[in-house]
């Protein structure tokens, strides 16, 4: 089986592929923290203003979030076929999944994209001309989409990055004489892939479901 | 095997393998990014204490009569937040640790050399936005950027000083990730966990702290520059918002980011020390997993900064409990330092001075710590020169005590100089006489009551005050020496032996300047570290054998 090419600073493919994987799990690690904070400042805000929270969560397209949760999961399942069809040079289904998987990650920004429209026309977006009847203090119900914009706009930003890495992907795959030569590299977009997944797991609950 | 006829040049050092331009900024090699970052973080060094001359000399005379209260507000801002996101953290570990992680595992290089490289560039970008910031009229805030003041009230640049941080803070995190990875993958043959030099151990713990910290702070700067862009009210009290709650935040990195510049630092005296006292190191396990503790510790304590913001008693006492915690670890390195020194043959070379100044001035810094970590202290000396005083006796006194140590110890390594060493020694000892005289005063001051961050102050602290400022034209004076004399001495060509301090360590087998891939063959490690022969313990063996 051919293997990806050694770099210089390594002495062979194994110690090559440890580096690759630790440095992409000390990576996620990172990210953990990086969207820690947001559902810290989340979870401070919602015990603060529990009743608000729950009203504003009503305004949201809760099936379009679900409709999306069911593409994600269904593009992290494509992902996990690709990573395995790359593994056992199987060229053909792997670039097919990959294709697959970026496709399902466009259709979830899209369809993210039709929600912030329909938010920005309800004046659910925060600002200037943010809707005023509210049961509740509008500033308390304010804060709840500040926080779904930039957790969700986040999320989308790395949705973006991984759409972007998965083509990459693909292309190298295609272009590849030897399929197994990028197999550890998919993997790691997998793991990448399956971690803003997951994200999104943390993300419905508590923004869509939490009335 | 039939290479003979092949002529055994010796291969050129990693500094003789290019001279364009291109083979500098485009390098993989992690002995030149070092040298990139030792540059870099140089330049960012003096624009720093510029600022600081010009808040020592305002502060010679009770009136604000140099400059304004708002200019004043500027310096002090600059001088913090350059000399925290671009000098301190990046200094040890991205000069020093760059230029030693690969060498003294036995590596030929980072696991990650393009990262490595990605992370000057990003370094460099943040840099530049904030030098920017400054030019563009400079940021008021204090490098805390404590809100609602930083999003709602602040006129000054703080959105490209805010996004300078943001950026810089990724090559922090890639660093991390870079010396994380190469630290468990990249070991030669032989090198086992408890084999590694000090040095390593105390990069990787800080290593820890780069990749968990340094997000949290990223995500916090997003949402301040989110409230200032947007004016939607995140930490706004007037619009539900909680500033408690960005302080919070700001102090979980904050507070850790205090062991990314002292965690180096020590693993640089745990590398002089025993070298310079020609002895082993006491207690090596306790040293190496007092750095981890510290680390961990370290994400537990960051609530005593906020003892007036609020608090409820029992989360203060927890917070008080656990900062009182760190001063363990801490203590555990400076008694082992001592042991090693009390059973060893001491050479006073400019190393070992810088080091033995590091720790004197920790201990002073350490312990001033438990006082701001007593609750009842604490509201007494809160935002006082106090604080200013205990926080610089680590970071100056501490961090770049050793920082300097370690360029000196390891120059000849860098670059195959040997620079003068009475200018050496006076320089070191210049820099700890300035350096209390700058800082002890303003012990004194912060328990008489004198507030931190004002321009003005009662006539009768001028004295105490006049002591500081003068202290401080020492200290400046002792920071320029050195620069003096390390760069006069790479006029010569190299000329250092691979090991001219006789020490352990394999950074020390390999020439000086190392070649480009460090090793010709990996090496292979057969013992535990420090295996210094004490001529004390040697010559009373003798004697014993009669």
């Given amino acids: 089986m051919a293997e990806a090419p050694l770099a210089h600073q390594f002495d062979d493919i194994v110690q090559q592929r440890e580096a690759a994987g630790l440095g992409m799990w000390t990576f996620l690690a990172t990210e953990v923290l990086f969207f820690g904070g947001l559902f810290t400042a989340y979870t401070v805000y919602r015990m603060s203003y529990p009743d608000a929270f729950r009203e504003a969560c009503h305004h949201l397209y809760m099936w379009l979030g679900a409709v999306n949760t069911a593409v994600l999961l269904t593009s992290s399942w494509t992902m996990a076929l690709a990573v395995r069809a790359i593994a056992t040079t199987d060229r053909r289904s792997g670039i097919s999944s990959l294709l697959w998987t970026a496709a399902l990650g466009t259709l979830f920004l899209l369809i993210k994209g039709v929600e912030y429209y329909l938010d920005l026309r309800e004046q659910l977006v925060p600002g200037a001309g943010f809707r005023t009847a509210w049961s509740v203090d509008p500033s308390h119900a304010q804060m709840y989409f500040v926080l779904y914009f930039i957790m969700t706009g986040l999320h989308a930003v790395h949705m973006l990055v991984g759409v972007g890495a998965v083509l990459v992907m693909a292309f190298l795959v295609w272009r590849d004489s030897q399929v197994t030569r990028r197999a550890n590299a998919v993997e790691m977009t997998g793991l990448y892939w399956h971690f803003v997944d997951i994200v999104w797991i943390f993300l419905f609950p508590l923004l869509y479901l939490v009335a | ?546």
């Fill in chain 2, 1 to 546: 095997m039939t290479t003979a006829g092949t002529l055994a040049l010796p291969k050129p050092s990693y500094l003789a393998a290019g001279w364009s331009l291109r083979s500098w900024f485009l390098t993989l090699d992690h002995k030149r990014i070092a040298i990139l970052y030792l540059a870099s973080i140089t330049a960012f060094f003096f624009v720093g204490g510029a600022a600081a001359v010009l808040m020592r000399l305002e502060l010679a005379t009770p009136e604000s009569d140099l400059v304004t209260s708002g200019v004043y507000n500027r310096l002090f801002t600059i001088h913090g937040t350059i000399m925290v996101w671009f000098f301190l953290i990046p200094s040890i570990p991205a000069v020093l640790g760059n230029f030693l992680v690969p060498l003294m595992i036995g590596a030929r290089d980072l696991a990650f050399p393009r990262l490595n490289l990605l992370s000057w560039y990003l370094f460099m970008l943040g840099g530049l936005l904030a030098v920017g910031a400054i030019i563009a009229g400079g940021v008021d805030t204090g490098w805390t950027f404590y809100t609602p003041y930083s999003t709602t009230y602040a006129n000054s640049a703080v959105i490209p000083m805010a996004a300078g941080i943001f950026i810089s803070g990724f090559s922090s995190i890639l660093t991390g990730m870079n010396f994380i990875v190469t630290v468990h993958t990249m070991r030669a043959p032989g090198m086992t966990w408890f084999r590694l030099p000090l040095f390593i151990w105390s990069t990787y713990a800080t290593s820890l702290i780069f990749v968990l910290a340094t997000p949290v702070l990223a995500i916090t700067l997003v949402l301040i520059g989110v409230e200032r862009v947007w004016g939607v009210g995140i930490f706004d009290p007037s619009l539900g918002g909680d500033p408690v709650l960005f302080q919070h935040l700001f102090w979980f990195y904050s507070h850790p980011a205090v062991y990314i510049m002292v965690l180096p630092a020590m693993g640089v005296v745990s590398e002089i020390v025993p070298c310079f006292a020609s002895n082993r190191i006491f207690g090596y396990r306790f040293i190496a997993f007092s750095s981890v503790a510290i680390a961990v510790l370290g994400f537990l304590v960051w609530g005593h900064h906020m003892f007036v913001a609020g608090l409820s008693l029992h989360a203060s006492l927890v917070f008080a409990l656990l900062s009182f915690l760190v001063a363990i670890p801490s203590a555990v390195k400076v008694f082992n330092w001592m042991v090693t020194l009390r059973n060893g043959t001491i050479r006073y070379r400019t190393p070992m001075l810088y080091a033995l100044g590091f720790i004197g001035l920790f201990t002073i810094g350490g312990l001033t710590g438990l006082y701001l970590a007593s609750l009842a202290v604490d509201l007494h000396v809160h935002d006082t020169y106090f604080v200013i005083a205990h926080f610089h006796y680590i970071m100056v006194g501490g961090a770049v005590m050793a920082y300097l140590g370690g360029i000196h110890f390891w120059w000849p390594k860098v670059t195959g100089r040997t620079y003068s060493e009475p200018w050496g020694i006076f320089s070191a000892i210049l820099l700890f006489f300035g350096f209390n005289l700058t800082f002890f005063p303003q012990f004194v001051l912060g328990y008489l009551g004198m507030v931190r961050r004002v321009a003005e102050y009662p006539p009768e602290f001028q004295v105490l005050n006049v002591l500081s400022s003068a202290g401080a034209s020492i200290l400046g004076l002792a920071y320029l020496v050195p620069l003096v004399y390390l760069t006069r001495s790479l006029i010569r060509p190299p000329s250092v032996g691979s090991n001219p301090w006789n020490a352990t360590g394999l950074e020390w087998g390999t020439p000086s300047p190392p070649t480009a891939h460090n090793f010709d063959e990996p090496p292979v490690v057969t013992g535990p570290p420090y295996e210094y022969e004490n001529p004390q313990a040697v010559a009373s063996q003798e004697a014993q054998n009669g």
